[in-house]
């Protein structure tokens, strides 16, 4: 519970800097506070994993019980930290410049609101990057995953954050009304024969997984059955009735969806498009190690990207989510 409003309080913390951000386009107030929090925040980043780097390359220098494979980890894991604090003190520099009345070369780098997106999408990937090299050298991975069991409180907590950071992240209330909100997300009516070309994607998918699936079983045996174990705790329909494993595949499909796609597919992509929202995406996959699921989720994504390119968001969605349901529902048939 406690790790829930912690995450709902990040979130709000998060999407009141993508209003500030909106704001920040047109007050130099705004802008001047939104370049100081993400200097002071990129400094913070900085020295911090500096420091701890650096102590942790002591530790691991000294021999011990730490094998090559993990001080080569937590070295690379010091490197991508202190590179992102660098990169991320380099994100606000056109902003001080345009605050400064400067002429740049693109406005693009020096939009708020596009510096803000950066940050962020920025601080997420470096976390999910640090979260996967610790996933390649920990003996027991089970400790990294929560093996809370999937419930509407726990959807509700991991997604919400998501919707939220969205609709802010595009203005609404500040640019944008709820319509045109909507709109920009990308939530409009699909026809019959969209509705159609979802169904054929999620067959499509769900055919590439089975076959990745068992590419995987063979290639990777042991990751296979460390990662088969974090899926296990996290959401195995097995041992539950026919009417709760119907409503877990639908909590599952329509929460993951409309959270994930409203960001990544609605807000994100059409700012940095398909393949960058896609290499972001994945990264937010790490229960899947470095395996082939990984590849496949990145593919996934390209996939959804398309969908929400040339049909909408509503498309990728109900993608999504129906793709999720069925797993679940496969599962919980077959086993």
Sequence with gaps: MIESLLTLVLALFVGGLAVLAQVARKSRQAAITLAVVLLAASLVVLLLGTFVGLGLLAQVSGGGSFTGGERAAYSVALVVVVFSGLLGI????????RILGQNLRREFWGDPVIAFSLWVGLLVLVNNVVSFLIFTVESDISSLFSGVEISPVTVLSSQLPFVIIAAMGVGVFIRRNLRETLERLGYKRINIKQFGIVLGFIVVALGASFGTDSLFRVLQPDLYQRVGEI?????????LTLGSAVLLALLVGIGAGLGEETLFRGALQPVFGIVVTSLLFASMHIQYGPSLLLVYILV????????????????????????????????????
């Design 90 to 97: 380099a994100i606000c520099v056109p902003l001080f410049r």
């Design 231 to 239: 899926s296990d705790n996290l959401f195995n329909p097995t041992g």
């Design 300 to 335: 996934l994504s390209v996939g959804l990207g398309l969908i929400r390119k040339h049909i909408n968001t509503t498309a990728s969605f109900l993608a999504h989510a129906g793709y999720n349901a069925a797993t679940v529902m496969i599962g919980y048939f077959f086993s």
